[in-house]
Structure formats: structure tokens, C-alpha cells
């Protein structure tokens, strides 16, 4: 236990955050920095960079709602202590999303009407199915939710995205470098916390097995679409414009359709929730395909 306490106390949180990785940024990048020209100037890549960015603040409001929800539904301070630091991390993820909108262009009196606009569905299911554990006060099931499937699942998505953005973006790829940092941190925690409470109540292992299923299913749907119906892709072929050269999970995402690339992503996150729960002894339930 002295090793949990250690590694996840706020003096440890301190040191590593705001005194570690964020250090002399601004809104989780380099002060100076800005969006590519080409994002700005084009009206398809434009709206779809809105709307990528849009799903990113969803899914950090979800993890804000329920990190700071689990708080006084953990069972010792060590935790709620935690959970309090991860609090602040999903905080500062929705400012830094929040304000790369307004980066983008979009007024801060419209910033509700164009999350209601652009938010995907499925995504706003999956964050539902979470968030009816963390009101109950389900504490084990809450964590899971949180701390290994949104968690693992933002984990992925943020690295897939930096390596995309790394050439051509470096103003969004610093902000992501910052937010994967955190997101390391939350899933360790669920993997490092969970397991000795799932021993303590196995009668618990079915109900957050089912939760599993469910959330996965609402990710993999929000996956299709965000691939299926982007428009990115096709604008920059049709500019002319050269795809860069990102390597991930042993591919290269430029040379990959948005079908392909869709399943990279949703075999990776999908593998990584088997593995992750396999440690803390759930069975990994395979979701239905959208």
C-alpha cells in the first residue's frame, strides 16, 4: 500500500504535472503556437477539425463528471486523495479542448450550440451508461468505467491522433502529448486499485462486465462514424496535399483508408481493455459490432 500512496499522492501529482510535462505551456502547448493555416483557410477540413474536437470535450466532460463524482464514493483516502488530482487533469482537458475551439474560431456564446451540434450520439450514450454508476455511488464499477474503458479508450484515441498531428500540427500534438501524460496515470490507477476490490465483491464481476460490453459497443459506434463520415481524408486528395508518414501500432496511418485506420483503432483499444481487465480479474466481453 505505501507504494500506491506514494506514486499516486498529490505530491507525486505536483512534481510530475504541473511542475513536470505541463511546465511553461499555455492551454497545454508552446505559447505562440497555432493551428495550421490550411486547417483555418478550408471550410471542410475546418468543419471537421470542429467536430473531432467537439467529441474530444464530450468524452473529457464525461470524465470530469465522473472522476469528481467518485470522490466521496471511495473507500479510502488514498484514493479519494486520487481521485482529486484526476479531477483537476479532466479539468484542464475540457479547457484546453474547450479552447482550442475557440482557437478555431468559435465564439465563446456559441460554444453550447456547437457541442449540441456536432456530439456524437453513440459517444453521448457511452458517457450515460457510465455516469448512471458514478451517480449510484458504484464505486468499483465507476472506476472501471472511468479509469480502464474511457480511460484506455481516450489513451488510444489521443495516441493515434498525436502521431497523425506530430508533423503537421505541432500546436494540437503538444496539447495531446499533455493529456496521453495524464491518461497513464488514471489508467494505472484503475488497474493498481480495482483488482484487490474486485476479490473483496466478486458479486460485482457480472454487473461491470455488462457495463463493459455496453460502453464498448457505444465506443466502436462512435468510432464508425467518426471515420466513415469524415471528410478530411478526401479533402486533403483532392487539395493535392501529401498525407504525412505516421507510424503507429507498427502502421502507417498515411498510407491507410479511414475504414482501415478505424480498425487499427478499435482492435488496439479493444485488445488493450482485454488485457487490462484480464489483471484485475473481469472477463473482457466482446460487444456487438455497430
Not at 19 to 40: I, S, V
Not at 53 to 58: A, F, K, S
Not at 142 to 149: D, L
Not at 190 to 206: D, F, H, V, W
Request: glycine share 6%; with cysteine.
Amino acid at each position: 500500500m505505501s507504494d500506491f500512496l506514494t506514486a499516486y499522492s498529490i505530491q507525486n501529482w505536483l512534481e510530475s504535472c504541473p511542475q513536470g510535462y505541463l511546465l511553461n505551456t499555455e492551454y497545454g502547448h508552446a505559447a505562440g503556437e497555432a493551428e495550421p493555416e490550411l486547417l483555418m483557410n478550408n471550410s471542410v477540413l475546418h468543419e471537421e477539425t470542429v467536430r473531432t474536437t467537439v467529441q474530444l470535450i464530450v468524452g473529457e466532460r464525461c470524465a470530469l463528471a465522473a472522476s469528481s463524482g467518485l470522490i466521496n464514493a471511495a473507500p479510502d483516502e488514498a484514493s479519494k486523495r486520487f481521485l482529486a488530482t484526476q479531477t483537476l487533469d479532466e479539468a484542464r482537458h475540457v479547457e484546453v479542448f474547450t479552447h482550442r475551439l475557440y482557437d478555431l474560431g468559435v465564439r465563446k456564446n456559441a460554444l453550447e450550440d456547437t457541442i449540441r451540434q456536432y456530439a456524437n450520439r453513440n459517444l453521448v450514450k457511452f458517457a450515460e451508461v457510465l455516469l448512471e454508476k458514478v451517480d449510484k455511488k458504484d464505486f468499483i464499477a465507476g472506476v472501471v468505467g472511468q479509469n480502464i474503458v474511457l480511460e484506455g479508450m481516450a489513451f488510444s484515441v489521443f495516441e493515434m491522433m498525436y502521431a497523425m498531428d506530430q508533423s503537421v500540427n505541432p500546436k494540437f500534438a503538444h496539447t495531446l502529448s499533455g493529456t496521453i501524460a495524464d491518461e497513464r496515470r488514471h489508467v494505472g490507477f484503475g488497474e493498481n486499485r480495482i483488482g484487490s476490490l474486485i476479490k473483496e465483491y466478486p458479486e460485482k464481476k457480472a454487473a461491470i462486465e455488462r457495463m463493459q460490453k455496453e460502453m464498448s459497443y457505444y465506443m466502436l459506434a462512435t468510432f464508425a462514424d467518426a471515420f466513415r463520415n469524415n471528410r478530411a481524408a478526401a479533402e486533403i486528395e483532392h487539395l493535392g496535399q501529401p498525407r504525412p508518414h505516421a507510424q503507429w501500432q507498427g502502421v502507417d496511418l498515411g498510407e491507410m483508408t479511414p475504414e482501415e485506420m478505424e480498425g487499427v483503432l478499435a482492435g488496439t483499444v479493444l485488445k488493450e481493455f482485454k488485457t487490462r481487465l484480464g489483471r484485475i480479474g473481469l472477463e473482457y466481453q466482446t460487444p456487438v459490432q455497430p
